[in-house]
Antibody, heavy 122, light 106 residues
């Protein structure tokens, strides 16, 4: 059974850093693009970042470019999001998500984890 | 960035009704369009990909159509378990962008 389990969410002060993790299981992690998507509680969905199966292609939303870094560790079947210079507007539930087709970067997000909550406040 | 204008933002319908949601892209995205369902407190779930293809296991009362800039999502006969918020999303270009969502109530 496919599973994505996010962790690392916390209450953090503005300007500080946080690292989110996503543990993947139930599929061949090496073959699929992965993404982070966030949602302010009660609001809509915002794509944050994506990384191709081999880390050769990476993209960021304009709102996080230069502050957030996505990475993956194939040996650990894990996806990460390093978030620096956090702002109040980064407060959201962060979902880890999997692409649908193997070895394709820009395509459908097929499956989502349950999310981890990041709160940025003094 | 490609903007996705989704309408209506909310609707209320009765069990058995036909429900239609529209999504308009700010430029031509061919058929690179998905529809997701999000139930309260849950993660989004893929229903339709490539504008009109039904994801495995999704009931056939859900359907999608359109190409270019205008897309439609339809529930042919609304069921109580269909309450939630529905989002369109384009994957023609980065950044991936979502519509604002349509909250469906009964």
């Amino acid at each position: 059974e496919m599973q994505l389990v996010e962790s690392g969410g916390d209450l953090v002060q503005p300007g500080r850093s946080l690292r989110l993790s996503c543990a993947a299981s139930g599929f061949t992690f090496d073959d699929y693009a992965m993404h982070w998507v966030r949602q302010v509680p009660g609001k809509g969905l915002e794509w944050v970042s994506g990384i191709s199966w081999n880390s050769g292609s990476i993209g960021y939303a304009g709102s996080v470019k230069g502050r957030f870094t996505i990475s993956r560790d194939q040996a650990k079947n894990s996806l990460y999001l390093q978030m620096n210079s956090l702002r109040a507007e980064d407060t959201a539930l962060y979902y880890c998500a999997k692409g649908r087709l193997p070895r394709v970067f820009l395509e459908t997000i097929e499956y989502w984890g349950q999310g981890t909550l990041v709160t940025v406040s003094s | 960035d490609i903007q996705m204008a989704q309408s209506p933002s909310s609707l209320s319908a009765s069990v058995g009704d036909r429900v239609t949601i529209t999504c308009q892209a700010s430029r031509d995205i061919s058929n690179f369009l998905n529809w997701y369902q999000q139930k309260p407190g849950k993660a989004p779930k893929l229903l339709i990909y490539d504008a009109s293809k039904l994801e495995t296991g999704v009931p056939s009362r859900f359907s999608g159509s359109g190409s270019g800039t205008v897309f439609t999502f339809t529930i042919s006969s609304l069921q109580p378990e269909d309450i939630g918020t529905y989002y369109c999303q384009q994957f023609d270009n980065l950044p991936l962008t979502f519509g604002g969502g349509t909250k469906v109530e009964i």
